[in-house]
């Protein structure tokens, strides 16, 4: 029952909405000590880059820019989602 909302290369189902319920394959709530404390932690796992793996460079450049363009989005999906679900609406 739930409905599709988003998907990307390497995963169909990135998001969906089940009544109030949201579910997102992805972080919009990153800050910037967030994604450099995971980048070091699994420094390892990330040695070897592809196509749906960035490296740890990757991911920690220009980091202060990309998590506001992050959060900026995080706030625009919570603004929607929250008084939806604090009103018992559906999502969708």
Known sequence: GAVHLLESH???????????M?????HVEMTAQM???WAELYRRE??????SIQSH???TSDLDSRTRTLNAVADVIYDRWLPMATEN???I
Not at 46 to 51: G, I
């Open 10 to 20: 390497w995963c169909r189902h990135q998001a969906f909405a089940c009544g109030q």
């Open 46 to 51: 990330l040695a070897n880059p592809s196509a």
């Open 35 to 37: 994604v450099t404390e």
């Open 22 to 26: 949201l579910a997102l394959q992805f």
């Open 89 to 91: 609406t559906p999502f």
């Open 57 to 59: 460079d990757a991911m």
